[in-house]
């Protein structure tokens, strides 16, 4: 299973913060707590942060629901005797840190200290878990049933998602009354803990190499065309998402294999965990079956004679140490499932030596192994080109020194090479016989802009197709690491890494418009990861003063996505094009992000037109 952060019995900073603040009740003088007849629900309290944290409480009464004995090792732990308040949750966690010594349907009283835990640490934005820390256990009896579960259905989790976080406290909501009919993360939150079920529900995210996968109680909110679950807004969160993991061990059962569109069938049922990769999580005490619905991997159409098509796919910081499976899966893929497009821009090409930090920044031997498995798939003999990077200096996994590149299929296109591009002199836009032309092809765009500091550096091309020039710029944006998630204690969440992309792609933008001002009908194409979504701050950049189209947006909403995250489909691979290109078909073809077995986590995209 997936290994955990530490636990600390500290009292979270955040949570300090509030307390200091006066947002939460305090523990001294709890009247449960001086009459020794402290409950669960007085443990969970009637907000996020349990208003005895920090305090000892003895002889806890409950009966065990779920034992987890990896990871993050405890129980969980339910009182029959509810209090009548929807918003105290009756079961906690247990951290005992070593395998517990107690089993599903004993009757157990806990001492110990209660604490929250923040997954991540409160840099995360998380929301804190309630937990009994450093326990005294006694068994009472054992074999007793357990507590009901709740169902968690499409009519129990209401339509808003969060409540507005508090002004005073930071956009916190940590110190706000939980309303669990109101709002789907209180309804989340005053179950945390507790024993709770879903029925068959549809799979909206891939099961995973960590024994996960996600479902939905809601099928008809926002639904894609596969059997997903869209997030096309910033209001989109889709609350009927959650996830599932196994409490059994994996050499005792294996995790089954699901693709989105699946149903997880029969019941599943357990405790209602938080985790910090995806927040409130179904641990499966008792998990229902995989019933296949035979999704099946995309094609797109092949490109006619006077079309050009160019694609832009991440292959996942591919480089020679990668198992020639991964070459020829990929290889098939670019042949089979995008019928070989005129141009590929590629991200995530790692140099030669792979991830080894050993000075290498060439990617030639990569991309000949690549275009050799094209070429047994059946498919054209690409030629490429790119620029080397500066090592180190484009992030990415260290050592393996990322970049774009393209392929083309010279016998449709050809490239237009102009000398004086390197990893540190960016190309430029003059005017050649009427025409816009780039100084350096290929050539980075402004690679000294602090906007690509420890980035990627845009690559653009000039390429001609049956006497037009094309000029093509590949791009993989800054990653959205260090944003808030959506369960984050704080709403709305902060999404700190907008702040780059927009930057990056305000560059990229007075770049295409610069070709724009020499040729005002231009061909111009921007295309690849750009990790945000087609209705974000970073594409409004992009698309700045009508220079670029979102391609994507002439596909119907149930089709807009290109990965998959936490169970929402959702785009982070775009092409734009420039006004010139009038009339163009896009396809977004879905051949990895929805499956369990994936050769890369994003889905390729194909832009079609005639120059």
Same mark, same amino acid.
Do not use: C, M
């Given at each position: 299973m997936a290994s955990f952060p530490p636990r600390t019995a500290a009292v979270p900073a955040v949570v300090a913060a509030a307390l200091a603040a006066g947002l939460l009740a305090g523990a001294p003088g709890s009247a449960a707590d001086a009459a020794g007849t402290v409950r669960i629900h007085d443990v969970q309290g009637s907000t996020r942060i349990s208003p005895l944290v920090g305090r000892h409480v003895a002889d806890v009464p409950g009966v065990v629901t779920g034992v987890r004995t990896y990871g993050s090792r405890g129980f969980w732990f339910q009182d029959p005797e509810a209090d009548g308040d929807a918003a105290t949750s009756e079961g906690v966690f247990v951290f005992t840190g070593s395998r517990p010594a107690v089993s599903v349907g004993d009757a157990v009283r806990v001492s110990g200290t209660v604490t929250e835990y923040v997954p991540g640490g409160p840099g995360s934005g998380n929301q804190s878990l309630t937990q009994i820390s450093k326990p005294a256990v006694t068994?009472? &009896?054992?074999?007793?049933? =357990?507590?009901? @579960?709740?169902?968690?259905?499409?009519?129990?989790?209401p339509d808003a998602y969060a409540p507005g976080g508090d002004p005073a406290a930071e956009g916190s909501i940590n110190g706000l009354a939980l309303r669990p009919s109101s709002y789907a993360l209180d309804y989340y939150e005053s179950l945390e803990g507790a024993n709770v079920r879903v029925g068959a529900s549809r799979v909206v995210g891939p099961s995973t190499e960590h024994a996960e996968l996600w479902v939905t109680v809601e099928p008809c909110r926002n639904p894609t065309r596969r059997g997903g679950t869209?997030?096309?807004?910033?209001g989109s969160q889709n609350p009927g998402r959650l996830k599932v993991r196994s409490l059994v061990p994996?050499?005792?059962?294996?995790?089954?294999? $699901?693709?989105?569109?699946?149903? =997880?069938?029969?019941?599943?049922?357990? @405790?209602?965990?938080?985790?910090?990769?995806?927040?409130?999580?179904? /641990? $499966? !005490?008792?998990?229902?079956?995989?019933?296949? !619905?035979?999704?099946?991997?995309?094609r797109t159409r092949p490109q006619r004679r006077g079309e050009l098509a160019v694609a832009t796919y991440n292959v996942e910081n591919l480089d020679p140490t990668d198992p020639q499976e991964k070459f020829d899966a990929l290889a098939g893929a670019v042949v089979e499932n995008l019928a070989s497009p005129d141009i590929v821009a590629l991200e995530e090409i790692q140099d030669d030596s792979? $991830?080894?930090?050993?000075?290498?920044?060439?990617?030639?031997?990569?991309?000949? *192994?690549?275009?050799? /498995?094209?070429?047994?798939?059946?498919?054209? $003999?690409?030629a490429w080109r790119s620029v080397d990077p500066e090592d180190g200096g484009d992030g990415g996994e260290p050592g393996g020194n990322i970049r774009q590149v393209f392929l083309f299929n010279p016998e449709r296109v050809s490239f237009t090479d102009r000398a004086g591009g390197d990893a540190t002199t960016p190309t430029g836009v003059v005017e050649e016989r009427g025409e816009a032309a780039l100084t350096a092809s290929p050539g980075r765009i402004a690679p000294a802009d602090a906007a690509w500091e420890n980035s990627r550096k845009p690559l653009a091309g000039e390429f001609v197709f049956r006497g037009r020039t094309v000029i093509v710029v590949a791009n993989h944006?800054?990653?959205?690491?260090?944003?808030?998630? =959506?369960?984050?204690? !704080?709403? @709305?969440?902060?999404?700190? &890494?907008?702040? *780059?992309?927009v930057q990056q792609a305000k560059v990229v933008n007075a770049f295409v418009k610069d070709v724009l001002a020499v040729q005002r009908n231009a061909d111009v194409v921007v295309l690849g990861d750009i990790n945000d979504f087609e209705f974000s701050a970073t594409t409004r950049a992009l698309t700045d003063g009508g220079a670029l189209r979102a391609a994507v947006t002439s596909l119907p909403r149930s089709e807009r996505y290109s990965y998959v995250f936490q169970g929402n489909s959702q785009v982070l691979d775009q092409i734009l094009t420039s006004p010139g290109i009038r009339r163009f078909t896009y396809d977004s073809v879905h051949i990895n992000a929805e499956f369990a077995d994936q050769v890369s986590d994003h889905d390729p995209q194909v832009l079609r037109f005639r120059p």
């Open positions: 068994v009472v &009896s054992s074999g007793n049933p =357990l507590p009901a @579960p709740v169902t968690v259905t499409a009519g129990s989790v869209l997030y096309g807004s910033y994996l050499a005792e059962q294996p995790f089954p294999a $699901a693709n989105v569109g699946d149903v =997880l069938t029969g019941t599943t049922e357990g @405790p209602l965990d938080f985790d910090q990769y995806g927040g409130y999580t179904l /641990a $499966a !005490r008792t998990l229902g079956t995989v019933e296949g !619905r035979g999704l099946q991997r995309e792979g $991830a080894r930090d050993d000075g290498t920044v060439t990617a030639g031997q990569t991309l000949e *192994k690549f275009t050799d /498995a094209i070429v047994a798939a059946g498919g054209p $003999a690409y944006f800054g990653s959205k690491g260090g944003d808030e998630p =959506l369960v984050s204690h !704080r709403q @709305p969440p902060n999404r700190s &890494s907008e702040v *780059k992309r």
